[in-house]
C-alpha cells in the first residue's frame, strides 16, 4: 500500500528562540533529515507544512511544501491542511504523520510502523514512548475523518489516546528526545541523553 507523509514544520520554535527545523544534526537540519527518511522509507507524496519562514528544501519529485498561513492556531490546523492537499491531489491510502524535532525517528522505526499497520487489523499504527502512543504515526484512509474533525489545537495525540482500540503500538523509547528548548538542544549535541530521561 503506498504511503504518504505529512511533516508538521510550522512552529516558531518560540521556547527555542531559533528555528528547530534548521538545527543541524549529523550534518544535515533536522527538517531535511526527516524528509529524506520520508523519502527513502515511503513511495508516495511527503507533503511538508511550513509557517511563513523559510527553510530550504532540497527539490524531490515527490516532496512539496505547503504555507500554512493560520499555522498559529495550532498543530491539528497544520494536519488538517496537509490532509487536505494530499486528498487533492492524489489518492491517499494512508498517511504516514511525522515531526520536525525528534531527532531520534529513523529509517527503521518508520519501516517497523508501516509493517506493523500493514500485518495488523488495526487502523492506525503509532510509536509509544513515554508510557503513551505518539507521532510518528500512520493512519489508514478510514479514519482521516479523524483528523478532519480534529480542533485546530489539538495534534494527532488526542485522536490515539481517545482511540486506543484502533491504535497498533511500536515501542520506541527515544521518540521522548525532542527539541523543545535551548537545554534540549545542547543535551543533544553533548549526546547528553539523561536529560530527557
Not at 531559533?18 to 508516495?44: D, M, Y
Not at 507533503?47 to 498561513?69: D, M, T
Not at 491517499?92 to 495488523?120: C, F, R, T, W, Y
Not at 495534534?155 to 489516546?161: E, F, M, T, V, Y
Request: proline letters at 6%; charged letters at 20%.
Amino acid at each position: 500500500m503506498e504511503t504518504a507523509t505529512i511533516i508538521l514544520a510550522a512552529g516558531n520554535s518560540s521556547r527555542l528562540g531559533e528555528p528547530k527545523q534548521l538545527i543541524n544534526f549529523n550534518g544535515v537540519s533536522l527538517l531535511q533529515r526527516i524528509s529524506s527518511i520520508a523519502l527513502n522509507t515511503t513511495l508516495g507524496p511527503v507533503i511538508v507544512v511550513k509557517g511563513q519562514q523559510k527553510y530550504p528544501l532540497s527539490p524531490h519529485p515527490r516532496l512539496q511544501a505547503v504555507v500554512n498561513l493560520e499555522w498559529e492556531k495550532g498543530m491539528g490546523n497544520s494536519l488538517k491542511l496537509g490532509l487536505k492537499t494530499l486528498m487533492d491531489d492524489f489518492q491517499v491510502e494512508q498517511v504516514l504523520v511525522l515531526l520536525s524535532d525528534q531527532p531520534m525517528v529513523n529509517e527503521e522505526l518508520i519501516h517497523v510502523l508501516l509493517d506493523s499497520k500493514a500485518k495488523g487489523k488495526r487502523p492506525i499504527a503509532a510509536a509509544f514512548y513515554q508510557n503513551s502512543p505518539g507521532v510518528p504515526a500512520i493512519f489508514d484512509k478510514s479514519v482521516f475523518k479523524m483528523i478532519v474533525d480534529m480542533p485546530d489545537k489539538q495534534g494527532a495525540k488526542k485522536i490515539l489516546l481517545s482511540n486506543p482500540g484502533l491504535v497498533s503500538l511500536v515501542k520506541f523509547d527515544a521518540g521522548k528526545i525532542d527539541i523543545d528548548t535551548p537545554e534540549d538542544l545542547l543535551a543533544l549535541q553533548q549526546s547528553n541523553w539523561e536529560h530527557f530521561q
